[in-house]
């Protein structure tokens, strides 16, 4: 099996900064990606920004230029740094890995709880 855990959430005013970290741990063989999305309520899931094992990153438009995504210096773990936070960031945020685990010819997708990151003044 595969976790993944996030930490890092809570409430900021907005201009603040949060960092949110992430680790996948178990039986894995190959990680290929990893990630945030968000879900704020009445909201579709969203993607964040995603990191790759060789290093592309993608950012969503709406956070480009605020948010900074980079791999943690643990293996398997990845940052999400966020600064100019504004209301409209509050949601839940997921942390996503693509990974292959032992017993699995193809990469599944994995998911983490979720942490409550909440902008208000």
């Known amino acids: 099996q595969v976790q993944v855990v996030e930490s890092g959430g809570g409430l900021v005013q907005p201009g603040g900064s949060l960092r949110l970290s992430c680790g996948a741990s178990?039986?894995?063989?190959?990680?290929?990606?990893m990630g945030w999305y968000r879900q704020a309520p009445g909201k579709q899931r969203e993607l964040v920004a995603t990191?790759?094992?060789?290093?592309?990153?993608n950012y969503s438009d709406y956070v480009k230029g605020r948010f900074t995504i980079s791999r943690g210096n643990a293996k398997n773990t990845v940052i999400l740094q966020m600064n100019s936070l504004e209301q409209e960031d509050t949601a839940v945020y997921y942390c996503?890995?693509?990974?292959?685990?032992?017993?699995?010819?193809?990469?599944?997708?994995?998911w983490g709880q979720g942490t409550q990151v909440t902008v208000s003044s």
């Open positions: 178990g039986s894995i063989i190959s990680m290929y990606s």
């Open positions: 996503h890995a693509h990974a292959q685990r032992f017993g699995s010819a193809t990469p599944s997708d994995y």
């Open positions: 990191i790759t094992t060789d290093g592309h990153i």
